[in-house]
């Protein structure tokens, strides 16, 4: 992908963009496979977020979303393959730190929980079952506070406090926690390093939706405080609720990135894959999108949905280039022109 | 005061027989604090009713009593107007197979050593049903939409979504009477959720098997069911509110 179609412009990003907290430009992971296969997880994706910014990775399971929240962590496995850059820069800091390239060490001291602050995406599993929440919660503290004694405890509650963990629950075992509960505790642990950028995993699977709102507008609050915020999920409402910007990922890459209300209300999804997902909502039309996502190990060559995709031409044959927030040779046009022209177009040439 | 515990409101003129009749239930998992206390559900023949309420209500409890695979310690299930004669392992086969089950979270409900095939095979091959299992597993198969490809694979080398339909499908091959989905589609994403409700919908009208879906998504089972009712409280006062579909709603599928 060529560097002009990622500029902050292109890309939809807000004024603020011109200093992102995190730019990710072509990132791309392959996992080497015994018998020299190869799977494709991510591909060339490209974005930036600002502080006070939430963007929200939507897509089906088995897309890349949360190996792209690996990437950034560092914690991918041995046989994965990154190259890209995906750079983290500080208020004032002219070259800040390549996330892609940082050696372990460097990742472990200062950027998990301090740089960036993961939200688990099961709260209940990541947390130690033998220990209190206020012992895993102090251990967090005295680490990346280096507090100690009362000057600890004390703050052990205020850092139960912020993610609204209430205070008569830290000597409950994560067991004993519902799942909402669980959540804010993984949360509370998140934001102990007073990290400017969260990475949430899937934060709200198998919550009812109350809880799935409270933990978002939870979430969103911390954003507002200045912190950027990536969340992947693929609850579509709840990205509704929560973010700026939508970037939908489909088969590895990123195929629309878009301001939040434009996505979800007017002029709509501008992707026929991203449409297609809103539309088979309940709230919707509720139909599924014919077939089923592509192995990242065998993917088509040209575009990957067009083999799912009603709109699908001659020209999708080669891969369409993410420009003006699209990944897409024959794109929805505004919402007005949609409807019975989308399906006379629609038909296979 | 003493709420309604139950409140049955089947479709108006409902005389047919009940698939699934589920009397002054009480259940949990400690007898001084049981989770239900004397909830009564019915479904009619064909029927989808929608069980809705917050986490820890007890909607699964409930779920699992249906299906016979939690004995509650009071209260009565009927199947096809017919008593349960037990639960668990001390279900009647007939019984048991009468009910499909699909769970929330497919790789707890998959064991991982099982091809997809052979996952979708197993209660045919558990049965009995030897002869003419590879057809009909391919027959459950091509309705969930699985290809060949991934019929041979194991759980950990699919997706949730393949996953979760290769579960659907496994529900579906003793052609239960009834279906229990407990959260099927919690996991999933907006598309393969609209497919899987298709799927069972497809089933359903041409079956006629009735369905008790749980789940928190009110939006979703207010467009996939009949009727939904509520349930409430779990521990002192369970009680079940039933409103029936709403108006902008229509058949899934």
Redesign the interface.
């Given at each position: 992908m060529s560097a002009d179609t990622l500029t902050p412009e292109t890309v939809a990003g807000p004024p603020a963009a011109a200093h992102p907290l995190l730019s990710v430009r072509e990132l791309t992971v392959r996992f080497r496979m015994r018998g020299g296969r190869e799977v494709a997880a991510v591909t060339d994706v490209g974005l930036d977020l600002a502080p006070g910014e939430c963007l929200a990775l939507v897509g089906e399971s088995g897309c890349g979303k949360s190996v792209l929240a690996s990437a950034l962590l560092g914690l991918l496995p041995g046989n994965a393959h990154v190259s890209g850059s995906a750079v983290l820069r500080g208020p004032g800091e002219a070259d800040g730190l390549d996330l892609l390239t940082a050696d372990e060490a460097t990742l472990a001291r200062t950027v998990r929980g301090r740089r960036v602050g993961l939200v688990p995406q099961s709260p209940a599993a990541h947390l130690t079952p033998v220990r209190t929440v206020r012992s895993q919660l102090a251990e967090t503290v005295r680490e990346l506070t280096g507090a100690r004694g009362e000057e600890l405890r004390a703050a052990t509650l205020t850092a139960a406090g912020r993610a609204a963990f209430p205070a008569d629950h830290l000597d409950r075992y994560p067991h004993q926690l519902s799942g909402g509960l669980a959540q804010r505790a993984a949360t509370a642990l998140a934001l102990v390093g007073d990290a400017p950028l969260l990475l949430a995993d899937e934060p709200t699977t198998g919550l009812d939706r109350d809880l799935v709102d409270r933990t978002v507008d939870e979430l969103r609050a911390h954003t507002d405080e200045g912190r950027g915020l990536l969340i992947i999920t693929h609850d579509l409402a709840a990205a509704e609720r929560v973010a700026d910007r939508v970037a939908v990922m489909y088969a590895g890459r990123i195929v629309e990135l878009a301001p939040a209300p434009d996505f979800f209300g007017t002029p709509g999804p501008r992707h026929p894959y991203a449409r297609g997902l809103l539309e088979a909502l309940p709230e919707r039309s509720f139909t599924p999108i014919p077939g089923m996502p592509p192995e990242l190990g065998d993917l088509p060559a040209g575009c990957a949905f067009a083999p799912r995709c009603d709109r699908a031409a001659d020209v999708c044959a080669t891969v369409p280039q993410l420009t003006g927030g699209v990944a897409c040779h024959r794109p929805l046009t505004a919402a007005a022109g949609e409807g019975p022209a989308a399906r006379r177009e629609g038909s296979r040439v | 005061m003493t709420p309604p515990r139950t409140r049955h409101t089947g479709p108006a003129g409902g005389a047919g027989p009940h698939a699934l009749e589920l009397r002054d239930i009480t259940a949990g998992y400690d007898r001084r604090a049981p989770v239900l206390r004397g909830v009564s559900l019915s479904l009619r023949e064909g029927e989808a009713v929608g069980l809705l309420g917050?986490?820890?209500c007890g909607k699964s409890t409930l779920a699992k009593v249906a299906a016979l695979l939690h004995r509650p310690d009071a209260g009565t299930v009927h199947l096809g107007g017919e008593p349960a004669r037990g639960f668990r392992h001390r279900a009647p086969r007939a019984q048991r197979t009468a009910v499909g089950v699909v769970f929330?979270s497919p790789r707890l409900a998959a064991d991982p050593r099982l091809t997809l095939s052979a996952l979708i095979a197993e209660p045919l091959l558990a049965t009995g049903r030897k002869a003419g299992a590879a057809d009909r597993t391919r027959e459950l198969a091509r309705a969930v939409?699985l290809g060949p490809d991934l019929l041979g694979r194991r759980p950990h080398e699919v997706?949730?979504?393949?996953l979760q339909r290769a579960c659907v499908a496994r529900a579906l091959a003793l052609r239960p009477r009834v279906l229990v989905c407990d959260?099927m589609t919690?996991?999933?994403?907006?598309?393969?959720?609209?497919?899987l409700?298709?799927v069972v919908e497809d089933y359903r009208a041409r079956s006629g098997a009735a369905l008790l879906a749980v789940g928190?998504?009110?939006?979703?089972l207010?467009?996939?069911c009949d009727r939904t009712v509520e349930l409430h409280g779990g521990g002192t006062d369970s009680a079940l509110r039933s409103a029936p579909r709403a108006a902008a709603g229509t058949s899934?599928g």
């Open positions: - | 917050p986490s820890g929330q939409g997706s949730d979504g393949q959260e919690a996991m999933l994403d907006a598309s393969t959720t609209a497919a409700v298709a928190h998504d009110r939006t979703l207010e467009r996939w899934a």
